[in-house]
């Protein structure tokens, strides 16, 4: 199945940045603006934290940024807090069958 | 309060079939694209289908397609998903969103566990 690559894993101390990558083709990631990334805590329900490659929703802090280079869209979690610890899926839209997919995930840890 | 609640969720027989709900609440349904994505045991996210908001287009991923069913009835604030030919790969939480935003969901359910098993 279809599934934008992303590390399984990074991790940084309080008030450190983490950077996560999420890998895709011209089809998807490289092609089209439409790139969101969601965060999960466990047992929870994921919760929107960027939308369309760089904007937050209301109440999301500005400490969470997002930006796309060719194939390869960003996370970046800065000053890192507990709260943080999670992990963190990113989508994007593909313009054909599946019309959208998501990333493999990654869990952030805060030491 | 903006509210999706998922219901349905069974433990299934491989080859059986099953129709999850969505109730939603505090937005209006009929202007939003509705999303299903599901999530195996420790596993990550998987976008299942969409349909668009008056219900005359659906989308499947591949794996899925002619054994699932995504459709609305925006008078009853409702989202189903009938699935058939339950395959035990079939088992996750399955949770229902609304992408409210340009090809982003900020509204989720807290999701509903579908055990495919003999």
């Known amino acids: 199945q279809f599934a934008l690559t992303q590390p399984p894993s990074a991790s940084g101390s309080p008030g450190q940045s983490v950077t996560i990558s999420c890998t895709g083709t011209?089809?998807?990631?490289?092609?089209?603006?439409?790139v969101s990334w969601y965060q999960q805590h466990p047992g929870k329900a994921p919760k929107l934290i960027i939308y369309e490659v760089t904007k937050r929703p209301s109440g999301v802090p500005d400490r969470l940024s997002g930006s796309k280079s060719g194939n390869t869209a960003s996370l970046t979690v800065s000053g890192l807090q507990p709260e943080d610890e999670a992990d963190y899926y990113c989508?994007?839209?593909?313009?054909?069958?599946?019309?959208?997919?998501f990333g493999t995930g990654t869990r952030v840890t805060v030491l | 309060e903006v509210q999706l609640e998922e219901s349905g969720g069974d433990l299934v027989q491989p080859g059986g079939s099953l129709r999850l709900a969505c109730a939603v609440s505090?937005?209006?349904?009929?202007?939003?694209?509705m999303i299903w994505v599901r999530q195996a045991p420790g596993k990550g996210l998987e976008w299942v289908a969409n349909i668009n908001k008056d219900g005359s287009e659906a989308n499947y991923m591949d794996s899925v397609k002619g054994r699932f069913t995504v459709f609305r009835d925006n008078a009853k604030n409702s989202l189903y998903l009938q699935m058939n030919s339950l395959r035990v790969e079939d088992t996750a939480v399955y949770f229902c969103?609304?992408?409210?935003?340009?090809?982003?969901?900020?509204?989720w359910g807290q999701g509903a566990l579908v055990t495919v098993s003999s």
């Open positions: 969103a609304a992408d409210n935003l340009p090809a982003a969901a900020a509204y």
């Open positions: 505090g937005f209006t349904l009929s202007s939003h694209w």
């Open positions: 989508r994007s839209y593909r313009g054909s069958s599946p019309q959208y997919v």
């Open positions: 011209s089809s998807d990631v490289g092609g089209y603006n439409y």
